[in-house]
């Protein structure tokens, strides 16, 4: 028997007044798979975040979190939630919070799992302290540690790193991975797009309420291309670049674009090249980002 994905989402439409803010989107999260939702300021992101979680009721569409409907409770039960803006009492200890929301959740999360989540997310020391004297990026730790601590089976975070510095962030990641491994599905929205091409799986891109791309970074980046600087090229020698994508060649520069990102692949080429008698200089890989891919669909559509 398969298993449902985490998100399935089908013609997801909304209208706010004269505006419609998501307009027949449709896209899945696999169980395990880290998806990234990625477009500029009111592209629909949010809108489409809280049609899935059952916060805003779609004029269109169907929604299956965890092979139930959107909004069954018991499938709502089983979905951490970081929510761009948030607020916690601030008379209550980081401890309390998360007792809080696991009473909220019905979930049945021992003591020692609820200070190992605050571990997780670098707490572990300010347990019992009153998250009014915390600083925005210790909140937003809170944050995670309360979209985990109920064993969610799927995690949806709107922004999670936006007021983290660089350790956090790294953190973030780290987290992000140990989710993975464990097959937690996320659904990561985030206007850091270096996060977002780190850790994710596959990418959905939407502009103005619509899919304007997805697909894995492979798919939406394509081959990458290596720069070589070489002397000493013959006709066997460019034959034998030219066997692995498509060469240019400008003076002693010269650029293949590999059609993937097989292991061995580079190192096999310039081993060979080598082997023709060809003087390497220096060797360059690269590859669009995910920014630079990000900018020239944008750009397409307007």
């Known amino acids: 028997m398969t298993t449902s994905p985490a998100v399935w989402c089908s013609g997801l439409r909304k209208q706010y007044r004269k505006h419609v803010a998501v307009d027949g989107v449709s896209f899945t999260v696999g169980r395990g798979e880290i998806l990234g939702l990625l477009g500029p300021n009111g592209a629909g992101k949010t809108s489409v975040i809280k049609i899935l979680l ?26 951490g939630y970081l929510p761009e803006l948030f607020r916690y009492q601030p008379w209550l200890a980081a401890a309390e ?4 929301h696991v009473r909220l959740a019905g979930a049945d999360v021992p003591q020692h799992e609820r200070r190992e989540c605050l571990a997780a997310v670098g707490l572990a020391d300010r347990a019992g302290d009153r998250v ?3 600083s925005k990026g210790m909140q937003q730790r809170l944050g995670l540690a309360v979209a985990l601590v109920a064993r969610p089976e799927l995690v949806v975070l709107d922004e999670p790193t936006s007021a983290l510095d660089p350790l956090g962030r790294a953190d973030v990641r780290d987290l992000l991975l140990a989710l993975k491994a464990r097959q937690v599905a996320v659904l990561l929205n985030s ?33 990458r291309e290596l720069r070589l600087r070489l002397d000493g090229v013959d006709a066997r020698a460019q ?3 030219a066997a692995d994508g498509a060469l240019t060649c400008d003076g002693n520069l010269y650029t293949v ?7 061995g692949l ?29 900018l020239d669909i944008l750009r397409s559509e307007h």
Request: glycine fraction near 12%; charge should be neutral; include cysteine.
């Open 54 to 79: 059952g916060l805003v009721r779609q004029d269109a569409g169907d929604v299956l979190l965890l092979g139930r409907p959107g909004r069954d409770p018991k499938a709502r039960a089983r979905v």
């Open 97 to 100: 919070v998360l007792d809080l």
């Open 132 to 134: 009014g004297g915390f």
């Open 191 to 223: 206007h850091l797009i270096g996060e977002v091409e780190r850790v994710c799986d596959r990418v959905v891109i939407l502009d103005r309420g619509k899919v304007a791309a997805s697909g894995t970074l492979a798919e939406l980046l394509g081959g």
């Open 239 to 241: 034959a034998r670049m």
């Open 257 to 263: 674009t590999l059609p993937d990102d097989r292991d």
């Open 266 to 294: 580079v190192p096999k080429l310039v081993a060979d090249l080598v082997g023709l008698g060809v003087r390497v200089h220096a060797v360059e890989p690269a590859r669009m980002s995910l920014e630079d891919r990000l």
